[in-house]
């Protein structure tokens, strides 16, 4: 038997409305008991005083982009990076070079991620065969191979009745479909947010309705089928006030995120050229923030998730027309929701602990992002008095094309456990 001791941190664990200073007592990978002053002798004493313990983070919206393109990251290195960030759980999405639209390619991913052994990846599969739009995926074959959900993302279902009749078979299968919301004939040849940096940047801008209207779709014709819709990071006044009605009619087939980047920070960021903060829905003006961190204090919004889309360097010294869209983030995703929600006093801590562990176990039906007794013992502990500014060259992930590159963070993941093995400790690695 194994055992470890986590004494004297600041436990915060939302699934369980547990917010005090505890012990953590684990045993052969599971949480044995939680309370103050804890004397079981363990194998290993982890001091925690001065720090906040979670559940391990949970993000639904992860490229790992093996197999295929090894060169941008691996599922090795894209694990290191979510160690880092407290982040012990992911859906890796499917557009992969091929795309995991058989069962073939999640078999791949899920033994891969078994024979690694250091976070839990749980692969999504393709809507459409190579989400292209046209035919929809054997969904039940991906589903008994091990997917977790089915997605096009990266691209949008443009058919109406080939999206309707997706959402059809995915109720039968009984699996979530991840919708990413954009209207192809708005967005084409878009770069970034129409508006008036786009203006002075003499860029092709996509318009906030592409995905207003793609939402809209995606709600009604859920709504029409019944199947569990997940919305992917939602970024736009007019995707808010959609949710937000969908949510007043009590649609609890339907589910929304917001990646941290589109309440954090506005399409400013590309001035310069910048092209780390080219992405895809883009960084948008002010008022869509607001909008968001709106939806976000009233509760419309159900978690939070990094859309971490990692590049190798010369896709991202392209001029700004050509590079690639995308940004790392599993590194910074805890820290930038408590810099921008928790010390802007939007939100309390407890709220961004919920929206980055039980909410989003609940929408993939997994048992993790608590700290029950008898759960797997999939930990981060956090110090959140940390101050800290993010160099990409220090990262663990291949892709070092992070948008918040420069930026002064606070709080930081210090350690994480996984499965009752510590697994990242003070910026390394642990191999046991």
């Known amino acids: 038997m194994s055992s470890l001791l986590i004494k004297g941190g600041h436990v915060i664990d939302p699934a369980n409305k547990f917010d005090a200073v505890a012990d953590i007592f684990v045993e052969n990978g599971k949480i044995k008991k939680i309370a103050n002053n804890i004397s079981d002798k363990a194998d290993e004493t982890i001091d925690a005083k001065g720090l906040t313990v979670t559940p391990g983070l949970i993000d639904l919206q992860v490229h790992l982009r093996e197999p295929g393109r090894e060169d941008k990251e691996t599922l090795k290195t894209g694990s290191w990076a979510a160690l880092a960030g407290g982040i012990t759980s992911v859906v890796a999405m499917p557009n992969l070079n091929p795309v995991a639209d058989n069962q073939s390619i999640i078999e791949f991913i899920v033994n891969r991620s078994k024979e690694l052994d250091l976070i839990n990846i749980y692969p ?46 995915a109720k039968t299968c009984d699996i979530l479909l ?115 961190v709106k939806a976000i204090k009233d509760g419309v919004i159900d978690c939070f998730t990094t859309d971490h889309a990692p590049h190798i360097e010369p896709d991202k010294l392209e001029p700004f027309q050509h590079a690639a869209f995308g940004s790392t983030g599993l590194e910074t995703s805890f820290a930038v929701a408590n810099t921008y929600l928790v010390e802007k006093k939007h939100v309390d801590l407890k709220t961004i602990i919920s929206k980055m562990t039980i909410e989003p176990a609940k929408i ?3 048992n993790k992002g608590s700290l029950s007794v008898g759960a797997d013992a999939d930990i981060a502990l956090f110090d959140m008095k940390k101050e800290w500014i993010v160099d990409p060259r220090d990262s663990l992930s291949k892709g070092k094309n992070c948008v918040f590159a420069n930026k002064k963070l606070h709080g930081k993941c210090v350690q994480t456990i996984v499965g009752g093995k510590l697994k990242y400790a003070n910026g390394q690695i642990i191999h046991k």
Request: glycine share 8%; proline share 2%; net charge negative.
């Open 178 to 292: 991840m919708s990413h919301c954009e209207t192809d004939t708005l967005t084409d040849g878009g770069v970034m947010h129409e508006g008036w940096v786009s203006t002075q940047l003499g860029l092709s801008g996509t318009p906030a309705v592409s995905e207003d209207l793609a939402v809209t779709k995606n709600i009604m014709l859920a709504n029409l089928s019944g199947a569990r819709l997940h919305l992917l990071h939602n970024s736009s006044i007019g995707a808010m006030e959609a949710i937000r009605q969908s949510k007043k009619l009590k649609q609890t087939n339907i589910t929304a995120e917001v990646s941290v980047q589109h309440f954090s920070l506005t399409d400013e960021e590309c001035f310069g050229y910048n092209t780390n903060a080219k992405m895809y829905p883009p960084l948008r003006s002010e008022d869509h923030v607001a909008a968001v």
């Open 364 to 366: 993939i039906r997994v």
């Open 124 to 169: 999504a599969g393709a809507t459409t065969r190579g989400q292209h739009g046209k035919m929809i995926s054997e969904m039940n074959e991906l589903k008994n191979a091990g997917a977790i959900a089915v997605t096009d993302d990266g691209v949008d279902v443009q058919d109406e009745n080939i999206l309707r009749r997706a959402l059809e078979y």
